[in-house]
T-cell receptor
Framework: IAGITQAPTSQILAAGRRMTLRCTQD?????MYWYRQDLGLGLRLIHY???????GKGEVPDGYSVSRANTDDFPLTLASAVPSQTSVYFC????????????FGQGTRLTVV | AQSVTQLDSQVPVFEEAPVELRCNYS??????LFWYVQYPNQGLQLLLK??????LVKGINGFEAEFNKSQTSFHLRKPSVHISDTAEYFC???????????????FGKGTHLIIQP
């Protein structure tokens, strides 16, 4: 593993089903983030974690939950998927501090039907 | 809270022509500024960043950007573009000294750079 790994790469999911998107980083970054990317809306922050054991809500948290049991992993769960959650999801991590850059995974393309 | 405005959603440019992608930000405190590039079907990667010092910063692939505090802008430029520069470009800002909250980046909506042969 080098950097950030997201899984799965893509998924088609029936509405109402539960789904967990996985994100793992090996850079020992304190902060981790989940964004969704939609055409014309750019990247919107769903949830974040500044350090292991803490999480916070971003701009569009409804319908999503996260956990941060350790430094490396930051899974995103959709408890009951809806079509409006069709999107490309990006996980990112960065060291603590506003002057540090974020590193992104390759994304998960999720289609809810 | 900070915000970022990318004035153009799409910029078509002929190959070997110069390009400028515009970015303006709003914040009540001093900020750090970033440009990211996203090639098709990939994640974002850092193009360049302004932290302090010289207001003209150079990045990868021949791109540069200039921080203008009075105009709260951070426009991205390249003197001669190539087909391979076709991508989505995102401007982002984070606040200096942010000790709480997300301590993350606020992104603009992106500009799609289209290189025409």
């Amino acid at each position: 593993i080098a950097g950030i790994t997201q899984a799965p790469t893509s998924q088609i999911l029936a509405a109402g089903r539960r789904m967990t998107l996985r994100c793992t980083q090996d850079m020992r970054h304190n902060a981790m983030y989940w964004y969704r990317q939609d055409l014309g809306l750019g990247l919107r922050l769903i949830h974040y974690s500044n350090t292991a054991g803490t999480t916070g809500k971003g701009e569009v948290p409804d319908g999503y939950s996260v956990s941060r049991a350790n430094t490396d992993d930051f899974p995103l769960t959709l408890a009951s998927a809806v079509p409006s959650q069709t999107s490309v999801y990006f996980c990112a991590s960065k060291p603590t501090g506003g002057n540090t850059e974020a590193f992104f995974g390759q994304g998960t393309r999720l289609t809810v039907v | 809270a900070q915000s970022v405005t990318q004035l153009d959603s799409q910029v078509p440019v002929f190959e070997e022509a110069p390009v400028e992608l515009r970015c303006n930000y709003s914040s009540s405190v001093s900020v750090y500024l970033f440009w990211y590039v996203q090639y098709p079907n990939q994640g974002l990667q850092l193009l360049l960043k302004y932290l302090s010092g010289s207001t003209l910063v150079k990045g990868i692939n021949g791109f540069e950007a200039e921080f203008n505090k009075s105009q709260t802008s951070f426009h991205l430029r390249k003197p001669s573009v190539h087909i391979s520069d076709t991508a989505e470009y995102f401007c982002a800002v984070s606040e200096r000294g942010s000790g709480g909250g997300a301590d993350g980046l606020t992104f603009g909506k992106g500009t799609h750079l289209i290189i025409q042969p």
